[in-house]
């Protein structure tokens, strides 16, 4: 089955530093949806990118669909402790309709 | 308003018992899933429904067996619980693309 792998797996930084994550998957992708889950929580959808080469910002995050639509990356811009959580990107195959989730990226802010 | 709820939110039961856990959306959505998230964070979809139909069935044991028995409610039912099915269980719902997660259900089998 599709895999969508993540990495790092894990991020440590100081509050105030950038972040980011990157997804990849061995196949073309029909579009990419990224997810946030603080710890504890559940999975909050953040966006979904379904063009080549799309940049879409939300404030301070920044998220990217690759020309080839087989990668992504989400980019944190000055983290803040309220970004800690686990990061997963989750993607479409065309004509499939099930999300297969990535590994994710478990973000730990330093004070 | 909760969107997606799900109960109970613990459940704590010994090998062997069996158990349901049930999930209920109040957007409309005509879309219905169950996920597994293990303690290694991994998320993996188990089952989707689309108008009480169900279109999507991964890979999981017959002991688990999902109803839906309206576009609102998917329950999950597991036979014979096994100390691997510890995990925290999410439901969630969909109308086009964006997936709503309820608060999940943390099993924890002894």
């Known amino acids: 089955g599709q895999q969508v792998m993540q990495i790092p797996q894990y991020q440590h930084v100081q509050e105030g530093e950038d972040f980011t994550t990157y997804c990849n998957s061995s196949t073309t992708l029909s579009n990419i949806q990224w997810y946030k889950q603080r710890p504890g929580g559940h999975p909050v959808f953040l966006i979904q990118l379904v063009k080549s080469g799309e940049v879409k910002k939300q404030k301070r995050l920044t998220f990217q669909f690759g020309e080839a639509k087989k990668n992504s990356s989400l980019h944190i811009t000055a983290t803040q402790t309220t970004d800690v959580g686990t990061y997963f990107c989750a993607a479409t195959n065309f004509g499939n309709e099930k999300l297969t989730f990535g590994t994710g990226t478990r973000l730990t802010i330093i004070p | 308003d909760t969107a997606v709820s799900q109960t109970p939110k613990y459940l704590v039961t010994q090998m062997g018992n069996d158990k349901s856990i049930k999930c209920e959306q109040n957007l409309g959505h005509d879309t219905m899933y169950w996920y597994k998230q293990d303690s290694k964070k991994f998320l993996k979809i188990m089952f989707s429904?689309?108008?009480?139909?169900?279109?999507i069935n991964e890979t999981v044991p017959n002991r688990f067996s999902p109803k839906s028995p309206d576009k609102a409610h998917l329950n999950l039912h597991i036979n014979s619980l096994e100390l691997g099915d510890s995990a925290v269980y999410f439901c969630?719902?969909?109308?086009?693309?964006?997936?709503?997660f309820g608060p999940g259900t943390r099993l924890t089998v002894t």
């Open positions: 969630a719902s969909s109308h086009r693309y964006e997936q709503y």
């Open positions: 429904y689309n108008n009480k139909e169900l279109i």
